[in-house]
């Protein structure tokens, strides 16, 4: 599939979980990746060698998300690198499960700063080298719409908050020939949520089928929404989450 060739990706947190398996995806479908990790070297070395491996150019950026600086400045390397930005992926985040009267004005910061903050200012930043026919998709949660346990009531607040900006950015940059969604996995089996972790069972009970999803599962929808078959696919959230909120 050659339907991204000639396409300059960039996505957060894309060296574990989700994000790697976006940033694989995009590569597989020809187009050159530009990706950030926070800690692990070791892990965005190898999503990097696996995007070389098939043939497209990558960059892998150390950078904090939650640092509004240090997340423009790497948009603005990677468009240097690239002389462009065609697809921007808000794919990091932090997990804090936590009662609500548990919960610091700390973790509310880094939450936020992180989750939610971070997609407006990483937009933003790519929309400076992004032209028409660009693509922008935030990864929020189907926990935004069903907040099905205990202790996910601040996580469900920030994901819906992810839907609220894709709607007013859709519409901002619509007349621009820009499309923003966003996409609302269910339980993916990751590092940080495994499948056979402390929710796993509770988790599929939830779902049509007792299965978690891979990250494979949520870059395929990915993939889908910024080719141009999904040009008419616009201001939206799209669930992937094996039957949990049907």
């Known amino acids: 599939m050659a339907e991204l060739k000639g396409k300059k990706a960039f996505v957060t947190g894309g060296s574990r979980g989700i994000g790697a398996a976006i940033v694989r995806r995009l590569a597989r479908d020809h187009a050159d990746v530009a990706f950030t990790y926070h800690e692990r070297k070791d892990a965005a070395d190898e999503v990097a060698a696996d995007v070389k491996r098939l043939g497209r150019k990558t960059l892998a950026i150390r950078a904090d998300s939650g640092d509004p600086g240090?997340?423009?400045?790497?948009?603005?390397r990677a468009a240097k690198e690239f002389g462009q930005i065609d697809i921007f992926v808000s794919s990091a985040?932090?997990?804090v499960f936590k009662p609500?009267?548990?919960?610091?004005?700390?973790?509310?910061?880094?939450?936020?700063?992180?989750?939610?903050?971070?997609?407006?200012?990483?937009?933003?930043a790519a929309l400076a080298y992004m032209g028409e026919g660009g693509r922008i998709i935030f990864i929020a949660s189907n926990i935004a719409d069903y907040a099905a346990l205990p202790t996910t009531g601040f996580y469900a607040m920030v994901k819906s908050g992810l839907d609220?900006?894709?709607?007013?950015?859709a519409r901002d940059l619509g007349p621009r020939g820009i499309t923003v969604n966003t996409v609302h996995p269910g339980p993916i089996a990751t590092d940080a949520n495994p499948e056979d972790g402390q929710y796993g069972d509770d988790l599929k009970r939830f779902m049509a089928t007792p299965k978690f999803g891979t990250g494979d599962d949520v870059a395929g929808l990915v993939a889908y929404l910024v080719s141009?078959?999904?040009?008419?696919?616009?201001?939206?959230?799209?669930?992937i989450d094996n039957g949990f909120t049907a």
């Open 164 to 169: 609220g900006l894709c709607k007013g950015m």
């Open 100 to 124: 609500i009267d548990e919960f610091t004005i700390e973790d509310f910061d880094r939450v936020v700063a992180v989750d939610l903050r971070a997609a407006f200012v990483g937009s933003k």
């Open 93 to 95: 985040g932090v997990l």
């Open 228 to 239: 141009s078959d999904a040009s008419f696919a616009n201001g939206a959230a799209y669930k």
């Open 70 to 76: 240090a997340l423009s400045d790497a948009v603005a």
